[in-house]
């Protein structure tokens, strides 16, 4: 009896082991997926940082040397 114990005892160790491993795999694999994620938004909010960034400065220095942002004349 006690031999038969032992035995199930190992059994379920090594499920708890191997829950233990995939649960590991899952948050190495959803780490990975939420690192590129914020990648990707951190090249996105850079992207549009630089365009809003190049468009505020036209729009000075146009508004400095009186010309407009349009082009021409804009009246």
Do not use: W, Y
Request: glycine share 10%.
């Amino acid at each position: 009896m006690i031999h038969r114990k032992s035995t199930l005892d190992a059994l379920d160790c090594q499920v708890e082991l191997i829950e233990f491993k995939n649960t590991k795999i899952k948050e190495k694999h959803m780490t990975h997926f939420l690192t590129i994620k914020r990648i990707i938004i951190l090249g996105i909010v850079i992207i549009a940082g630089l365009i809003l960034g190049r468009l505020a400065v036209r729009m000075f220095i146009n508004l400095m040397v009186g010309g407009s942002l349009f082009g021409g004349n804009f009246l």
